[in-house]
């Protein structure tokens, strides 16, 4: 590993170089790094195309979700042999925390640059038009339209900014206002187009959130496959139904030693697996990737890419 020719992709708005370079092992100084600076305009991707064009087999991507997304979307464009090295400096940290990377130890993250072993993590890319315009992205973490969605439009940034992903808690009563179920049609693996409703769709990679929150208790970024929910309730009696199954059947019921078992069910909550789906909805809903609002949408397709980028 000493051979490697590493390259850091920073995000300035969360570390500064300066901090980075002090919290580098001693190895650093004579690996003759290369820095690439990320911008609002270009959140990792063309940066990561530096870092490849310098001769980098190993990228290290120090920012949030937003960042890392980028920089293996990049990565994985080609089907190169880089690896990626996961720094996180955001809000959420969510694929780091779903692989076990510790969130408040940026020496430590550093280190696993100079060395360490690698495992090969899925990628998802989605494809819609948005806004009239057309969108092919990849996502590490999660996409979708409802609660979530509108949770982080609702977000205000200058509390985020504060309190970090408390502010989407803040957000929540809004969200909810805003979430109307909707009827869509859906076709998953290729198979015939089925009529659903719900105010909430996800497609997830990977599935514990922000306060160690499961979502989609099955989700393994590692095991080549997208995980789905669907979430319909309205009204307190609904709502209750759906912390049931959360609490208990995915919740309780699992840890006392049915982990085997995949996700159940409710009448309010759907899970399913796949690896590809289309959606079409009857009306425009605001579209999430990896935390962020891409704006409002009427369908999109998701492909899962297995094993498309190696994590240290």
Sequence with gaps: ??????????????????????????????AGLTWHETSVEDPGVGAADEALAAGADVVVAVGGDGTVRAVAERLARDD???ELVIVPQGTGNLLARNLGIAVNDTAGALARAFGGESRAVDLAWIEADVDGEHLRQAFVVMAGFGIDAHMIAETDED???????????????????????????????????ERASG????????????GGVTLLPDADPTDGELDL???SAEGMGEWLDTLRS?????????FLGKKEEPAQSADTTTHARAKRLSVSLSQPRVLEIDGEDF??????????????????
Excluded: C
């Excluded at 590493?6 to 580098?24: F, G, M, T, Y």
């Excluded at 957000?171 to 206002?177: E, I, P, V």
């Design 246 to 254: 959360y609490v208990w059947d995915n919740g309780i019921r699992r």
């Design 229 to 231: 929910l669907l979430l």
């Design 295 to 312: 704006g409002e949408t009427t369908g999109f397709t998701v492909e899962i890419q297995p094993g498309a980028v190696r994590v240290r």
């Design 1 to 30: 590993m000493a051979e490697s020719r590493i390259a850091i992709v920073w995000n300035p708005s969360k570390a500064s170089r300066e901090d980075l370079e002090q919290a580098l092992p001693e190895e650093a100084a004579a």
């Design 80 to 82: 190169t042999a880089a």
């Design 159 to 193: 509390l985020k900014s504060k309190v970090g992903w408390l502010a989407y808690v803040e957000s929540l009563g809004r969200a909810l206002d805003a979430s109307a179920v909707v009827e869509f049609d859906i076709a998953v693996d290729g198979g015939e187009s």
């Design 199 to 210: 105010h909430t769709f996800m497609v997830g990679n990977i599935g514990t959130l922000q």
